[in-house]
């Protein structure tokens, strides 16, 4: 009996191994000095109440140093404010490293735990993050080719690398910009090379990148009032002739109207002094006949 009960609780904890997994994002190329993300996520098989990241060890078990741990977040070694967890205890496990050193350039690796041990798992494979200076940066635009002067562009600092939350400084022309992000927004208003990189890293600057500037001639804009003009000119010719023939038939059929009516008048009037004339006497008495 009792070896049937061993043979299933050890059936049951292979089930639950089996079951329980971490994903990992591809391994991380950042900049020194960067802010990078690390997804992750995981699924239990029961109840989490403890969740570590850590490097150097395949299972983050025991005492192995933890760069994260929901368990001591108070007694952390003080330089781990660097590690943000910005997952939860039911699935996510994204860890973000900020202000990146040299010694994150090794593997990092996630391991949860629940009340009982069968609940406790590492993923072993982790994630590798390669931690580099920094090669030269390239400008990357928004409008490729020429652009019209006024137009919006906007100019982005690339890197094989992936980073965010770092200090970009802007070149134009060789002259430093205000703007530190890694993207640059504008309005071209004139041709110009523009260059970008890491501040305190100068051999990460770019190549100069050239912004062509199209500007607005006069001579254009003067064609384009030109030709407004003519189509203008073109539909009056069409139109005041139309207007004027209009205007004269109307009035050319009123004249009609009135002589014809004038026509009809003159003999209806004659024809009533006529009839009055010869029966009426003086001052318009009636004339008695006998």
Known sequence: MFFLHANVLV????????????????AMCAVRGSTVTLPCSFTPIMPVVRVR?????????????????????????????????????????????????TQDNTTFRF??????????????????????????MSVQ??????????????????????????DVRWHKD???LL??????RLTAARSANYSCGLVDRPHTT???????????HAGGHFAATLANSVRLLMVL????????????WRKRRRGKREENEQRVFEPVYMNTMMSGAQQGGADGQEVMTS
């Open 111 to 136: 391991r949860m735990e629940a009340q009982d041990n069968a609940g406790h798992f590492t993923g072993r494979k982790g994630v590798a993050v390669t931690v580099v200076d920094g090669d030269p």
């Open 11 to 26: 059936l049951l904890l292979l089930t639950a191994w089996a079951a329980a997994q971490v994903s990992y994002s591809p």
């Open 53 to 101: 990241w850590c490097v150097n060890h395949e299972i983050c078990s025991g005492t192995t140093p933890s760069v994260y741990d929901s368990a001591m977040p108070r007694a952390m070694p003080r330089a781990n404010w660097r590690y943000l967890y910005l997952g939860d205890m039911e699935g996510n496990c994204t860890l973000q490293i900020h202000n990146v050193h």
């Open 237 to 248: 010719v069409v139109v005041i002739p139309i207007i004027f023939f209009v205007v004269k």
């Open 206 to 216: 770019s190549p100069p990148f050239r912004l062509n500037v199209e500007p607005r």
């Open 141 to 166: 635009s928004s409008a490729p080719g020429s652009v019209s002067e006024g137009a919006a562009v906007t100019l982005s600092c690339m890197s094989r690398c992936s980073f965010h939350q770092v």
């Open 179 to 184: 703007e530190s992000g890694p993207t640059l």
């Open 174 to 176: 060789g002259r430093a």
